[in-house]
C-alpha cells in the first residue's frame, strides 16, 4: 500500500509465479533485457524473463582519485566477504579525504532497472509485464499463466493473470501466487459452466482460503504444533494484501475479474474512429468508495466511528485477505499479541471504539465481461503503485500509442517529448512521481515497462534518473511498489496479421 502511515511495514521478497510457483529469494540485480528491435508480433514475441528481486545498484565507497586506494571496490569486496578465512586488511580501504557516495543509475541502467523483471510471452495474443519495488524488500507480487479449462479439459485452456499488493508484510501476498489458483480450480471444478455459477465459484473459492488462513489462528495456538510451526502459521494472517486475479475463457472470450482492495483492471478498445477507449472492470474497494463505505455502515450500524479518513479503523482497503487483526475478536488478538507477536495494529487507543468485526471481508467483487472479438482490445492489470501515478484513461491512452508505435515495426524510431525544458526536478511532499502528458516518451518495446517509465516521468530523464536513486525507505514518500501487466487480445475475425492497424 502506498500510504506510509497506513501500517508498519515488514519487508517481504517478491516473487512470480506461472501457476507453478517457486520459492522467492533475493538476487543480484542484473538487466534482463535490451531494448529488442523484433515488431509488436504474436509469432516473434521475445522472451525477456528474470525471476528475482533488485539488489542495490553497484556502490562506491571510497574515490579512486586516492592513490593509496586505486580499487576502492575490489578492497570493499575482499572486506564484506564473510566466507572468507582472512581477516580483513582495513589498510586496504585508504584515506580519502572526502565521501564517496553511491553510484547515481544512468540512463542505460534506469532501462536495465525498469526491465529486471519485465516480461513477454505470447498467449492470448501477447502480454506483458513488469514489477518495480520502493518497498525493500518489495510487496507485490503476481502471477500468470494457463490451466486446464474447468469444464472440459479437451477444449483450449484458460488463461490466468494476478496481481498482489501486500501490506503488513509480504508474506501473504507471497502464499497467494502459490495458493490462490488451486483453490479457485477446485472451486470451478463443482461449478457450471455459465457466468453466474462461475463468478459465484470465485467469489467461494477467495473466501474459503481467506477462512482457512484466519479462522485456524484459535485452533493454532490450541494445537500441540512446535511454536515455530504455530508462528509460521500466523504470519501470513497477520499480514495482509489487496488480490487482483483475472481468468479468460478462449472459446467464449469472458473475462472475469475479481477483486479485493485497490488493484484496478482496465479494458482498452479500440473504436470505429480510431480513438481508444477505457472501461474500468473492478470498483477499488477502500474506505473512500462510497458504495463500500455505506456496505460496512450498515453491517455495524452501532459503530458510527468505524470508517473515517477513507479508512476502516485505520486500514485503507475495506476488502483484503489476511488482516487478522481487523478480523478476530479481542480475546483472540490479545492472547496472539501477549503470546505471539501479534500486530499491535488497529491501535485501542487510536480507535476506542473498535469491537470485535470482523471489519474487512475477503469476498470479492467479480465481474464479467466479453472481450470484443472484432476489434483490438488489451487489459491493463495493475497495483496501486501505477494508479498513483496516472489514470485509467491515460493508462489506456499510453498502451494505444504504444500499439501504434509498435505498429511500425522495424521502422519505428524513439519518441521523445516536444522539449527537454522540464524546469527544476522536484520530488518529495511538493510533488510525487506522477505522469505528465507533455512528458510522454515511446522507447521501450514492453508495453508494462512503458507505462512504468512514463508515471515516473517519461521522457524527463532527469526526473525518473531521481525517483530510481531514492531507496527503501525514501522512495516510499513519492512512489509505491509497482507492479504492471498488459494483456492483448487476438480479434477473432476480421484482422488476419498480428498489425493493430
Same mark, same amino acid.
Given at each position: 500500500?502506498?500510504?506510509?502511515?497506513?501500517?508498519?511495514?515488514?519487508?517481504?521478497?517478491?516473487?512470480?509465479?506461472?501457476?507453478?510457483?517457486?520459492?522467492?529469494?533475493?538476487?543480484?540485480?542484473?538487466?534482463?533485457?535490451?531494448?529488442?528491435?523484433?515488431?509488436?508480433?504474436?509469432?516473434?514475441?521475445?522472451?525477456?524473463?528474470?525471476?528475482?528481486?533488485?539488489?542495490?545498484?553497484?556502490?562506491?565507497?571510497?574515490?579512486?582519485?586516492?592513490?593509496?586506494?586505486?580499487?576502492?571496490?575490489?578492497?570493499?569486496?575482499?572486506?564484506?566477504?564473510?566466507?572468507?578465512?582472512?581477516?580483513?586488511?582495513?589498510?586496504?580501504?585508504?584515506?580519502?579525504? #572526502?565521501?564517496?557516495?553511491?553510484?547515481?543509475?544512468?540512463?542505460?541502467?534506469?532501462?536495465?532497472?525498469?526491465?529486471?523483471?519485465?516480461?513477454?510471452?505470447?498467449?492470448?495474443?501477447?502480454?506483458?509485464?513488469?514489477?518495480?519495488?520502493?518497498?525493500?524488500?518489495?510487496?507485490?507480487?503476481?502471477?500468470?499463466?494457463?490451466?486446464?479449462?474447468?469444464?472440459?479439459?479437451?477444449?483450449?485452456?484458460?488463461?490466468?493473470?494476478?496481481?498482489?499488493?501486500?501490506?503488513?508484510?509480504?508474506?501473504?501476498?507471497?502464499?497467494?501466487?502459490?495458493?490462490?489458483?488451486?483453490?479457485?480450480?477446485?472451486?470451478?471444478?463443482?461449478?457450471?459452466?455459465?457466468?453466474?455459477?462461475?463468478?459465484?465459484?470465485?467469489?467461494?473459492?477467495?473466501?474459503?482460503?481467506?477462512?482457512?488462513?484466519?479462522?485456524?489462528?484459535?485452533?493454532?495456538? #490450541?494445537?500441540?504444533?512446535?511454536?515455530?510451526?504455530?508462528?509460521?502459521?500466523?504470519?501470513?494472517?497477520?499480514?495482509?494484501?489487496?488480490?487482483?486475479?483475472?481468468?479468460?475463457?478462449?472459446?467464449?472470450?469472458?473475462?472475469?475479474?475479481?477483486?479485493?482492495?485497490?488493484?484496478?483492471?482496465?479494458?482498452?478498445?479500440?473504436?470505429?474512429?480510431?480513438?481508444?477507449?477505457?472501461?474500468?472492470?473492478?470498483?477499488?474497494?477502500?474506505?473512500?468508495?462510497?458504495?463500500?463505505?455505506?456496505?460496512?455502515?450498515?453491517?455495524?450500524?452501532?459503530?458510527?466511528?468505524?470508517?473515517?479518513?477513507?479508512?476502516?479503523?485505520?486500514?485503507?482497503?475495506?476488502?483484503?485477505?489476511?488482516?487478522?487483526?481487523?478480523?478476530?475478536?479481542?480475546?483472540?488478538? #490479545?492472547?496472539?499479541?501477549?503470546?505471539?507477536?501479534?500486530?499491535?495494529?488497529?491501535?485501542?487507543?487510536?480507535?476506542?471504539?473498535?469491537?470485535?468485526?470482523?471489519?474487512?471481508?475477503?469476498?470479492?467483487?467479480?465481474?464479467?465481461?466479453?472481450?470484443?472479438?472484432?476489434?483490438?482490445?488489451?487489459?491493463?492489470?495493475?497495483?496501486?503503485?501505477?494508479?498513483?501515478?496516472?489514470?485509467?484513461?491515460?493508462?489506456?491512452?499510453?498502451?494505444?500509442?504504444?500499439? #501504434?508505435?509498435?505498429?511500425?515495426?522495424?521502422?519505428?524510431?524513439?519518441?521523445?517529448?516536444?522539449?527537454?525544458?522540464?524546469?527544476?526536478?522536484?520530488?518529495?511532499?511538493?510533488?510525487?512521481?506522477?505522469?505528465?502528458?507533455?512528458?510522454?516518451?515511446?522507447?521501450?518495446?514492453?508495453?508494462?515497462?512503458?507505462?512504468?517509465?512514463?508515471?515516473?516521468?517519461?521522457?524527463?530523464?532527469?526526473?525518473?534518473?531521481?525517483?530510481?536513486?531514492?531507496?527503501?525507505?525514501?522512495?516510499?514518500?513519492?512512489?509505491?511498489?509497482?507492479?504492471?501487466?498488459?494483456?492483448?487480445?487476438?480479434?477473432?475475425?476480421?484482422?488476419?496479421?498480428?498489425?493493430?492497424?
Amino acid at each position: 500500500m502506498f500510504v506510509r502511515q497506513l501500517l508498519h511495514q515488514r519487508p517481504r521478497l517478491a516473487t512470480v509465479a506461472c501457476l507453478s510457483h517457486a520459492s522467492p529469494r533475493a538476487m543480484a540485480r542484473r538487466s534482463s533485457t535490451q531494448p529488442r528491435s523484433q515488431p509488436f508480433s504474436t509469432g516473434t514475441a521475445a522472451v525477456s524473463f528474470t525471476a528475482g528481486l533488485a539488489s542495490a545498484t553497484l556502490m562506491y565507497w571510497l574515490t579512486s582519485r586516492n592513490q593509496q586506494n586505486p580499487n576502492p571496490d575490489l578492497a570493499k569486496s575482499k572486506i564484506l566477504d564473510v566466507k572468507s578465512k582472512v581477516v580483513p586488511n582495513l589498510n586496504d580501504l585508504g584515506l580519502p579525504d #572526502e565521501i564517496a557516495y553511491d553510484h547515481v543509475p544512468s540512463s542505460e541502467e534506469v532501462t536495465q532497472q525498469l526491465n529486471e523483471l519485465a516480461f513477454s510471452l505470447p498467449g492470448v495474443m501477447r502480454y506483458d509485464g513488469t514489477q518495480l519495488g520502493s518497498n525493500s524488500p518489495c510487496e507485490d507480487t503476481f502471477l500468470h499463466g494457463s490451466f486446464s479449462n474447468p469444464f472440459d479439459s479437451k477444449n483450449e485452456d484458460w488463461s490466468a493473470w494476478g496481481v498482489f499488493d501486500g501490506h503488513c508484510g509480504w508474506q501473504l501476498s507471497n502464499l497467494l501466487t502459490k495458493q490462490l489458483i488451486p483453490h479457485v480450480r477446485r472451486a470451478l471444478s463443482a461449478a457450471q459452466p455459465h457466468k453466474e455459477s462461475i463468478e459465484q465459484a470465485i467469489k467461494s473459492a477467495f473466501t474459503t482460503f481467506d477462512d482457512a488462513l484466519v479462522k485456524s489462528a484459535a485452533a493454532t495456538i #490450541e494445537s500441540d504444533l512446535p511454536f515455530a510451526e504455530k508462528a509460521r502459521r500466523l504470519e501470513a494472517a497477520y499480514a495482509g494484501a489487496c488480490a487482483l486475479l483475472a481468468l479468460y475463457d478462449p472459446l467464449s472470450r469472458n473475462l472475469t475479474i475479481a477483486s479485493t482492495g485497490d488493484c484496478r483492471a482496465v479494458l482498452g478498445q479500440k473504436a470505429p474512429d480510431g480513438k481508444w477507449t477505457s472501461t474500468e472492470l473492478t470498483t477499488d474497494c477502500t474506505g473512500a468508495t462510497p458504495s463500500e463505505v455505506a456496505r460496512i455502515q450498515a453491517q455495524f450500524p452501532d459503530e458510527p466511528n468505524i470508517v473515517k479518513g477513507g479508512r476502516v479503523w485505520g486500514m485503507q482497503p475495506s476488502r483484503t485477505f489476511g488482516d487478522g487483526m481487523w478480523k478476530w475478536n479481542a480475546a483472540l488478538k #490479545e492472547k496472539l499479541r501477549n503470546y505471539y507477536n501479534g500486530l499491535s495494529l488497529p491501535s485501542a487507543v487510536r480507535y476506542s471504539g473498535y469491537r470485535d468485526g470482523p471489519y474487512l471481508t475477503a469476498e470479492p467483487l467479480v465481474t464479467t465481461t466479453a472481450v470484443p472479438d472484432a476489434r483490438p482490445s488489451f487489459l491493463i492489470l495493475a497495483t496501486d503503485g501505477l494508479w498513483d501515478m496516472m489514470t485509467s484513461e491515460q493508462a489506456v491512452d499510453l498502451v494505444g500509442r504504444w500499439v #501504434e508505435w509498435q505498429d511500425q515495426g522495424a521502422a519505428k524510431k524513439p519518441v521523445e517529448p516536444e522539449t527537454k525544458d522540464f524546469g527544476p526536478t522536484v520530488l518529495g511532499i511538493m510533488k510525487q512521481c506522477r505522469y505528465e502528458p507533455h512528458k510522454t516518451t515511446l522507447q521501450d518495446d514492453n508495453a508494462a515497462v512503458h507505462l512504468v517509465r512514463n508515471g515516473l516521468g517519461g521522457g524527463d530523464e532527469e526526473m525518473v534518473r531521481g525517483a530510481l536513486t531514492f531507496r527503501y525507505p525514501n522512495s516510499r514518500d513519492i512512489r509505491d511498489d509497482i507492479t504492471v501487466q498488459v494483456v492483448f487480445f487476438k480479434p477473432s475475425r476480421g484482422i488476419q496479421s498480428v498489425s493493430y492497424k
